[in-house]
């Protein structure tokens, strides 16, 4: 018994040493197998000077420990001295200004605070490579991008590389409640233990801060939108300054949610009217006290009047004289107020779509300058495929940032391999035509076509406790792209997919290419099975999973019959000029051209246009014919990713391999209930038979009526 207890331990010991189950995310850094690179590589290492000191150079040490460990089995080497024996420097622009010459200086400063240089430097007869930034934060980007070239075997030590990020605030929102749980969660619990802290650190907190400097990401706001104004007692500001001082080094700011309502909750007012002069006092003492703990502290993220969220609507106020006083609180400790857009009421007879415009466009010009106002991608709720919100281009004078989902709350949660940076690819280049013909929402949220200067890229976070932390391995990839894109809001969703594809799981060909194949065409399957041709919003209620395009009764706008309008006649919402006119708050040249069903490009058909389900798509087919198409086509393309995967697994990691394996079996079932039960539902109004060409849904529409989800994760405890 004894023995096989040994074997067991000795097994898994041995196992656990070999198998990938994730936690490393892209940092997981291989044995180099270009023989060349390896002894470029280990030729570096033997010698690594740092002009200067800093506890973000301890971090760089930390990780060329680690990477030297794994990629070429040997520990680095620390010169003490700048000359003898060195080979590569680190340090400041003005850290290294003896050995730079004036230009580059000029061209390093010019790169801002966190840019970075990288390249050969030629002094006193010999070369060496150097990593140079404005601060020791840039030094750490430019280290990991290095290493990131290392990686995936495109680094030439002899030629130079620099590098800033086009947007200035780079910042994952976590969801979190302070009891754990998490709002549209996948991968398990929180990672605050609020509960243990301040007194105990747990170690992922570290490896967390590592993985988002990795990307550049410089900003986190750790707790939910749906606020507990809790977080903001004394005793949490003392649990949130040891996180803050964890993730300072790495460049990393913390910023928390404020609950409009906390005057009231935590402050033993009886109003919360930002005009009361009480209550702008508690905002200023909390401020300063927040300061008090965490001198950098980021600032706040506001949700208001949306959702049954408190907000200065309760006092008449509008959504500026409530945020100004959030700002005003911060501005003298240079903090930020970042303030949601997601504003929509039940109340208001007006389409969903609308009401974001309709508060916000008058106030353009009223926020304080260190206001940004959050936008989501799209007008409605991070649905598959949106239009982009028409806020971005309709105001002049306020700060726009973007606040994406990288958590799948409507795109298969942790059971589906969705790589989302097409998706943000696509928002990002989205032709706004204000406030320039040209002008794209990149441009806007960067600043180039609005002339910002505080810009802001937000991802609502899918980080939890699972042990690969995204609870799918792919989730990973999401995390990663929000990072890249929000540094760079021009990458191409390819060339990022093919970084974090060599990252994970390394350079064999055949596998980087099918891998590739697969990330790019999931989203638009994920579009096909679950909303094609512009239909939205037709998922199980609240928890989101799974299709319902049934779900009627109770709050109007949480319905699906609110946003698919099917009848006898036909299917879509007219919002056009004929119909709610949202399309009226997009600049002419787009109002023009979508107000035309002809013309408008038919990813967004239904979401403007109520047509008839006769109506002539592109290809000839009826709207009824079409919209059967994509379904059965997003269900092929899902089996197809399975199948790609399956032809892989000797090129994988087993437990990787086995990993996505089972979950893409799941997704292709899930594809199939969409599309099953979306074409049964709709086939009621449409009343036609299904297009030859495609695969009849099998089973009937009370089946997939019937199916209860009581464990469904991810939804707030109240619902
Ligand atoms: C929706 C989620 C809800 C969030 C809300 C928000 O269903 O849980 O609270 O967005 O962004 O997508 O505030």
Not at 220 to 229: D, E, F, M
């Amino acid at each position: 018994m004894k023995s096989l207890l040994t074997f067991l331990f000795s097994f898994c010991l041995f196992f656990a040493a070999v198998a990938k189950d994730g936690y490393e995310l892209w940092l997981d850094y291989r044995p180099l197998e270009n023989a060349n690179l390896k002894t470029e590589v280990d030729r570096l290492f033997s010698g690594v000077f740092f002009f200067g000191q800093s506890p973000t150079y301890e971090i760089i040490r930390k990780e060329l420990e680690i990477s030297s460990q794994q990629m070429i089995e040997k520990a680095p080497v620390f010169s003490m001295e700048r000359l003898a024996k060195t080979q590569v420097w680190m340090g400041t622009r003005e850290e290294l200004s003896q050995v730079l010459g004036l230009d580059q200086q000029v061209q390093i400063r010019e790169l801002g605070e966190d840019g970075y240089w990288r390249g050969p430097i030629d002094f006193q007869g010999k070369t060496y490579y150097a990593i140079v930034g404005n601060r020791p934060v840039g030094v750490l980007y430019g280290v990991f991008d290095w290493l990131k070239s290392i990686q995936t075997e495109t680094f030439n030590p002899k030629t130079e590389k620099s590098d800033s990020p086009k947007v200035k605030l780079r910042m994952l929102n976590h969801w979190d409640n302070l009891d754990r749980t998490v709002e549209r969660g996948y991968a398990g619990f929180s990672i605050w233990d609020w509960h243990k802290l301040p007194g105990y650190i747990d170690p992922r907190y570290i490896d967390y801060a590592r993985a988002n400097a990795s990307l550049g990401i410089n900003a986190v706001s750790l707790t939910n939108v749906n606020a507990n104004a809790r977080i903001l007692t004394t005793d949490f500001m003392k649990k949130a300054k040891v996180l803050a001082d964890l993730f300072r080094p790495y460049g990393i700011k913390v910023f928390l949610t404020a609950r409009f309502s906390a005057p009231m909750e935590i402050g033993g007012l009886k109003t919360a009217d930002p005009l009361d002069p009480a209550v702008s006092e508690f905002w200023k003492k909390k401020t300063d006290e927040m300061y008090s703990f965490i001198p950098d502290f980021g600032g706040y993220l506001v949700k208001a009047n949306s959702e049954g969220q408190p907000g200065p609507h309760e006092y008449q106020r509008n959504h500026a004289e409530g945020a100004n006083v959030l700002a005003d609180a911060l501005a003298p400790h240079g903090g930020i107020l970042i303030w949601r857009a997601f504003v929509y009421s039940h109340e208001i007879d007006e389409d969903r779509h609308k009401q974001a415009n309709l508060e916000f466009e008058p106030l353009d010009g009223k926020f304080r300058d260190n206001v940004i106002i959050q936008v989501k991608n799209g007008a409605i709720d991070f649905m598959p495929r949106e239009p982009f919100h028409p806020l971005f281009g309709a105001v002049k004078n306020t700060n726009l940032g973007m606040e994406f989902q990288i958590t799948q709350e409507y795109l298969g949660q942790a059971t589906q391999l969705v790589y989302l940076a097409p998706m943000w690819e696509e928002v990002l280049r989205s032709q706004t035509y204000r406030p320039t013909p040209n002008s794209t929402v990149a441009g806007i949220i960067d600043g180039t076509d609005s002339g910002q200067k505080l810009t802001l890229m937000a991802g609502v976070s899918n980080i939890g406790t699972d042990r690969n932390w995204t609870g799918h391995l792919f989730g990973q990839a999401n995390w990663f792209a929000f990072g890249r894109q929000a540094w760079d809001p021009y990458l191409t969703s390819a060339e990022v997919a093919e970084e974090w594809i060599k990252m994970t799981f390394g350079q064999k060909p055949e596998a980087l290419v099918k891998i590739k194949e697969i990330m790019l065409e999931s989203r638009e399957a994920a579009v096909n099975y679950m909303t094609p041709l512009g239909l939205h919003h037709i998922m199980g209620r609240s928890h989101h999973y799974g299709p319902a395009p049934w779900v009627e009764g109770g709050r109007a706008d949480w319905t699906s019959l609110y946003y698919h309008l099917a009848d006898s006649l036909g299917i879509g919402f007219d919002r056009t000029g004929s119909g709610s006119n949202a399309i009226a708050q997009y600049a002419p040249e787009i109002a023009k051209a979508w107000s035309d069903p002809n013309q408008i490009p038919e990813k967004y058909l239904l979401w403007f246009h109520h047509l008839p389900w006769d109506f002539k798509l592109k290809s000839g087919k009826t709207l009824w014919e079409g919209i059967g198409l994509h379904y059965d086509l997003g269900v092929k393309t899902a089996r197809k990713m399975e199948a790609d995967w399956k032809s892989l697994e000797a090129d994988l990691d087993s437990e990787q391999f086995d990993h996505v394996r089972q979950l893409l079996a799941i997704q292709v079932q899930e594809a199939e209930w969409w599309r099953n039960a979306c074409l049964l539902y709709f086939q009621t109004f449409a009343n036609r038979p299904f297009p030859a060409e495609i695969e009849k849904p099998e089973g009937d529409l009370e089946y997939y009526k019937s199916l209860d989800f009581p464990t469904a994760p991810g939804i707030r405890p109240r619902w």
